[in-house]
């Protein structure tokens, strides 16, 4: 239950923000909700006077359709035909008190009646509302249909009874496709209705924004709850419940984190009698931390095939690294490469300073959680992970995955949107496409992102499969374009080396002159080769002999090599005295060889860091005695 109390206590420090309606990154309103409350799309807004009389309606477009309800336990999971009134705010069926009489068929009790009785109890209770009361005055009259259809917001046919369903047979009745028939997706008695007061000084107050109205229903609601019990999260004997929320990662989920309702399976039977021998909650308790948790998701959730990320702090207002983001999105002033001298330690030393900036901005008593979120049934949804750290725990973790598992990259662009080059790792999404290509299913997406919190996070080792499959996309350039191919070879080299360390073993970001396992030197000639060609083409924009022989290379480096080294010496010639140089280079790197090391034997992925590697080192020269100069935009950042 340490999930649930984080929640709790999360609503508990945000409780400021309750019934305050934001906007999220995808420019969608939410609320902190308040307990015994949740969210409908509405259809039509009724205004109702303050003594009670129809005032006016109109229907409500899509973008302010959200309503935020009074809500009971046995509502806020009704289903079927299970008669379950929202206490105010409720469907056609519910709050027209004339439904049957214009042809509105209902599956068993009349729903009216037990709705307009629990809104008298509420409006008479010493905890009514003046606007509630308003409301039930209205509505206990039984008309709501008949004024509907006089404001020509409904419609009935020659028979007096409800066009459910627009047709063209009914344009007599009106020229142009009445507006409520365009925003209701099922038949017109499954429309939602929330009702306004009007005052007479024609101040119109939203009833369902009003903190007055909140607090009468969960004053009033509370009376009405079941008898005390021990709390299993906060230990205190409160009214408990055995209905727990849904809707929680979009207005349409019926997935429960919580249940156990089907007496008749084995949810809990076998091993207990009744469900509140495995678990008692609180009321109280739940609606806070479900509603906390629906709040955060719509804040700052992120959502692959329905798979919910979530990270945040008891402390909601507190900025916190994200562990699925690259260093260029946590840090970006620490690792944009400025200058030619950046190496690993130079990367390490800047992001620890903006670790620290992390560090300074969290109280000390900060904890960040981080849970993922899915179901695989309609109904039922899984925690698959869940972690509490102390902040500096956390913040520890973070720098460890961010200068352990860096490289150079130049796929990300700046504010300005050119492309800019940064030191660290790749951010878990890319990371995906990378291993499986950018057409990869969310399903699979969404199990690597999984698969990877744990390296990131718990310090557990990379998933050898997910290394293996980034750096077989990578040896094969000619299956991708060539922005796709430099990422995900940069993506590549970033996971190599995170894993040779984790074998004790590593690279510098920079060129390792000294380095003579086989594989590195295969790759450094290999850039070599590429580079020398890339320069005698000039303008030419077609792939080297290198490139096009990468995937053979990577398997037979012997003999892909004196391919790709005989098909150099036109190129050698084109440059004529400068092509010296190259030969002296690979002259060089040749040396450092065995001899028994120079064969067929397939590479290890170091061949990709000394390729990367050996590339960049060799764009960066600008004396031409030395090597070539800075290529053309397009081959030095690896972008179309």
Request: with cysteine; hydrophobic share 35%.
């Amino acid at each position: 239950m340490s999930w649930m109390l984080k929640l709790y206590e999360t609503y508990e420090s945000n409780s400021d923000r309750i019934g305050v309606t934001e906007t999220n990154r995808s420019n969608r309103e939410y609320t902190l909700l308040p307990i015994s409350h949740t969210t409908q799309n509405a259809h039509i807004e009724v205004y109702i006077t303050e003594d009670g009389k129809f005032h006016s309606a109109h229907v409500i477009d899509k973008p302010n359709a959200s309503t935020l309800i009074p809500c009971t336990e046995k509502s806020s999971s009704r289903a079927g035909s299970v008669i379950a009134p929202y206490p105010l705010h409720d469907k056609l069926s519910y709050v027209a008190g004339d439904f049957l009489k214009y042809g509105g068929e209902v599956k068993g009790e009349e729903p009216f009646a037990t709705y307009i009785q629990e809104l008298r109890n509420w409006a008479n209770s010493p905890y009514g509302h003046p606007k509630v009361k308003s409301i039930y005055a209205y509505l206990s009259k039984g008309r709501l249909i008949q004024d509907l259809i006089e404001d020509k917001k409904l419609f009935v046919d020659n028979n007096h009874r409800l066009i459910v369903k627009w047709d063209k047979k009914y344009e007599a009745l009106s020229s142009e496709r009445p507006p409520i028939y365009g925003v209701i997706a099922g038949g017109l008695e499954s429309a939602f209705i929330r009702f306004t007061v009007y005052s007479p000084n024609n101040i119109l107050t939203k009833v369902w924004e009003d903190p007055e109205v909140y607090e009468s229903f969960i004053q009033y609601y509370q009376g009405l709850l079941g008898s005390e019990d021990l709390c299993y999260v906060t230990g205190k004997l409160l009214p408990s419940t055995e209905r727990h929320a849904n809707k929680i990662r979009n207005a349409a989920d019926k997935a429960k984190l919580i249940s156990a309702n089907d007496t008749s399976g084995f949810t809990f039977r076998g091993r207990f009698t009744d469900s509140k021998d495995a678990a008692s909650i609180s009321y109280e308790v739940s609606q806070k931390a479900h509603n906390a948790l629906k709040w955060l998701i719509q804040r700052q959730g992120k959502s692959v095939d329905q798979r919910v990320f979530l990270v945040w702090t008891n402390e909601e207002t507190s900025n916190i690294p994200d562990p699925m983001e690259d260093s260029f999105d946590i840090a970006p002033g620490s690792v944009t490469v400025r200058k030619q001298s950046n190496t690993n330690v130079t990367y390490a030393k800047e992001f620890a300073k903006a670790m620290d900036g992390y560090r300074y901005n969290l109280s000390m008593r900060t904890e960040v959680n981080i849970m993922v979120l899915d179901s695989a049934t309609t109904g039922r949804m899984a925690v698959l992970y869940y972690r509490n750290f102390q902040k500096e725990l956390y913040l520890d973790k973070i720098e460890k995955w961010h200068t352990t598992c860096a490289w150079l990259h130049r796929y990300r662009k700046n504010e300005d949107g050119e492309f800019v080059q940064f030191f660290g790792a790749p951010a878990t999404k890319d990371i995906a496409f990378a291993a499986y290509g950018p057409r990869a299913s969310e399903k699979v997406v969404k199990g690597l992102i999984e698969r990877l919190l744990p390296c990131i996070v718990d310090g557990m080792k990379l998933p050898r499969d997910i290394v293996t499959s980034v750096y077989q996309r990578a040896s094969n350039p000619a299956a991708m374009d060539k922005w796709e191919w430099e990422k995900t070879l940069s993506i590549a080299c970033a996971l190599i080396n995170k894993m040779l360390m984790e074998q004790g073993e590593g690279f510098q970001l920079g060129l390792d002159i000294n380095c003579e396992d086989r594989s590195y030197l295969f790759g450094r000639m290999l850039a070599v080769a590429d580079v020398l060609e890339r320069r005698a083409l000039g303008d030419e924009k077609r792939a080297t002999n290198a490139i096009r022989y990468m995937n053979a290379f990577a398997n037979h480096p012997e003999r892909t090599w004196k391919v790709i080294h005989a098909a150099l010496q036109p190129y050698q010639v084109r440059l004529g005295r400068e092509a010296v140089i190259w030969t002296r280079i690979i002259d060089e790197i040749s040396s450092k060889f065995k001899l028994e090391d120079f064969n067929n034997q397939p590479l290890s992925g170091k061949y990709l860091l000394g390729f990367s590697s050996q590339r960049h080192e060799l764009y960066q020269k600008k004396d031409k005695n030395q090597a070539a100069e800075t290529p053309d935009k397009n081959d030095e950042e690896g972008v179309v």
